[in-house]
């Protein structure tokens, strides 16, 4: 048995323990003591002892326990209780008690109430009931249980198409709380006509000035509420993309950060100190693909996909006078200088420095690295104030992850794998591997002697090799497979006494990338500017493969 399933089997103990407990203090009599132990527990798990207290006690002390509650638990644990519970309690208290938990439950949770009270009960509520909400309860309890006007909500978010997206999540905060739901809101015109559906998702995603009309969906599926059940599901069905076994999500998103917040040092002469600043405006546009399919859907196989793909597109709009660039920090003071830059136009995490133009011989024949000047001519000797370059960015252009689950029987595999595209590391491990750098002045790389005269210059001579080139600037595209897993489950009827489950799984199967580094993923050096110095590879921990096999038993 897993620890999971022992803590589990430890909980379900404990609690059968309190219930007993619970039981013998009503027993005897000892109200107080029992309310108390009762509130240890959650709503859900009171509304399970209250059930066990009708069962073993019947409904007087029930009814004791129940009303001896605070007000706000009681309705909480009153819609969470069987309906056939709820019947028998409000028969048992007073009309004044049962409006009060009539008035505070969800409108959802009244309508399922009051269509199981006897018509007598239900008038008098609805009697002390003001006169609209009277009228809406009215309307939803005429429906017949099986058209799909019993399953609607009046509680939902609505919106204007003239509203910012700002004003709607504003809105939203306000009403969501009396919502049963804020993750699709509902668009209406004048006279509550639907004029569009829009996502929480959206809305948190985009630029706060933009428009609803501008992000909200006109195409929708609506039936009416006198139709079957039934014949709903089918329609919605009919209108799912493949039956409902493949469903696509394509979300476009744009925001914009102004006063963005950065960290950067001032001149040597003034002290070299850092300090924040509200450095200017901050563009990230994109879209974010959700892909869900059942591939294969039989009695004894089952195949489901899932696909998530973003897109994003980073870009400085705007930068203070004062501060027209923002450089990062030096990975290796002494050794390296700042690799990367933050500029209007450009990316946060663009790398700046030298162009690396390959090798040539020099008057002593030896193989030494040259540059490119900013005139685009070759030299062994680039001027920092001049002769540097945008050379690409940190930040993956498209990121994906992808997961599989598939069932056989008792069997059930599961992948995950995730990748990126577009972004690149700055390996400052294999320039300091291969550079002659710092006080030992030799290379630690096996291959650096494979490639003198093809990549990396003559030992001993006299070169310049600048870590913050592109020589070291590498392509960090990955696809990672992060875990896969296998099980076999054996059912009861096979052991007789439990059920029993195998599982075999893998973290860090596989990585496909030529990134030369440990990690194509990469992390910042920096705790300060993360994002200006993300991308430079300082060395890290090897991410471990690890195998883990699994025994569960339930009994």
């Known amino acids: 048995m897993t620890e999971t399933s022992m803590d589990m089997d430890q909980k379900t103990q404990q609690f059968d323990e309190d219930v007993q407990k619970v039981l013998d203090l009503l027993q005897e009599k000892s109200y107080f ?48 209780l069987p309906s056939d519970d709820q019947v028998a309690i ?29 018509a007598n009960i239900v008038d008098k509520i609805l009697e002390k009931t003001p006169k609209e909400e009277r009228r809406l309860i009215n309307t939803f309890l005429n429906y017949p249980d099986t058209c799909a006007g019993s399953l609607m909500t009046p509680d939902y978010i609505s919106l204007q198409e003239n509203m910012t997206v700002a004003e709607a999540l504003a809105h939203i905060k306000q009403e969501g709380m009396d919502s049963e739901t804020v993750y699709t809101c509902y668009v209406k015109k004048e006279g509550r006509k639907l004029d569009g559906i829009v996502s929480l998702r959206s809305l948190v995603i985009s630029d706060g000035d933009m428009k609803i009309a501008d992000l909200m969906s006109t195409e929708y599926v609506y039936v009416n509420v006198y139709d079957d059940q039934e014949e709903v599901a089918e329609t919605f069905k009919k209108y799912g993309f493949l039956g409902n076994r493949l469903s696509v999500g394509i979300d476009y998103f744009s925001k914009k950060t102004t006063d963005a917040l950065l960290q950067q040092s001032s001149t040597g002469y003034l002290g070299g100190v850092t300090y924040w600043t509200n450095a200017g405006e901050v563009s990230n546009k994109g879209f974010d693909i959700n892909i869900n399919a059942q591939i294969i859907q039989t009695k004894d196989l089952q195949w489901s996909s899932s696909l998530n793909a973003s897109y994003l597109k980073n870009e400085v709009t705007k930068l203070s006078a004062q501060t027209p660039r923002l450089y990062g920090e030096k990975p290796a003071p002494g050794t390296v200088d700042p690799c990367t830059i933050i500029q209007e136009g450009e990316a946060i995490g663009t790398f700046y420095g030298f162009k690396w133009a390959g090798l040539q011989k020099n008057d002593k024949g030896q193989w030494v690295d040259t540059y490119y000047k900013s005139n685009g001519t070759i030299t062994t000797d680039p001027d920092a104030s001049t002769d540097r370059f945008i050379l690409g960015h940190s930040n993956p252009d498209f990121t994906f992850g992808w997961n599989n689950t598939v069932t056989y029987k008792n069997w059930d595999f599961n992948m995950f794998c995730n990748a990126a595209f577009g972004a690149k590391r700055l390996n400052i491990v294999r320039y300091v591997m291969n550079a002659e750098v710092g006080a030992s002045m030799f290379v630690t790389d096996k291959d650096y002697f494979d490639n003198v005269g093809v990549t990396m210059p003559t030992i001993g001579a006299e070169n310049k090799t600048y870590g913050n080139s592109d020589k070291w600037l590498e392509n960090a595209d990955y696809f990672r497979c992060e875990n896969i897993s296998i099980g076999y489950t054996f059912p009861r009827s ?59 038993m339930n009994f």
């Not at 007073?94 to 199981?116: A, G, N, Q």
């Open 494 to 552: 096979v052991l007789k006494f439990a059920d029993l489950r195998l599982t075999l799984s893998c973290q860090n199967l596989f990585t496909i990338t030529s990134y030369k580094g440990m990690d194509p993923a990469g992390a910042s050096f920096s705790d300060k500017n993360v994002d200006n110095n993300n991308g430079i590879d300082m060395g890290v921990y090897p991410n471990p493969r690890t195998f883990t096999f699994g025994v569960r």
């Open 90 to 118: 409000v028969q048992g208290i007073t009309d004044r008690e049962i409006s009060y938990i009539i008035e505070e439950l969800d409108f959802d949770d009244k309508i399922d109430v009051l269509e199981e009270l006897p």
């Open 33 to 80: 003591k029992a309310r108390d132990e009762i509130l240890k527990h959650n709503e859900v798990d009171i509304s399970e002892i209250l059930e066990e207290v009708l069962e073993e006690l019947g409904l007087e002390k029930t009814i004791i326990i129940f009303r001896m509650l605070p007000k706000d638990v009681s309705v909480e644990v009153f819609s969470y």
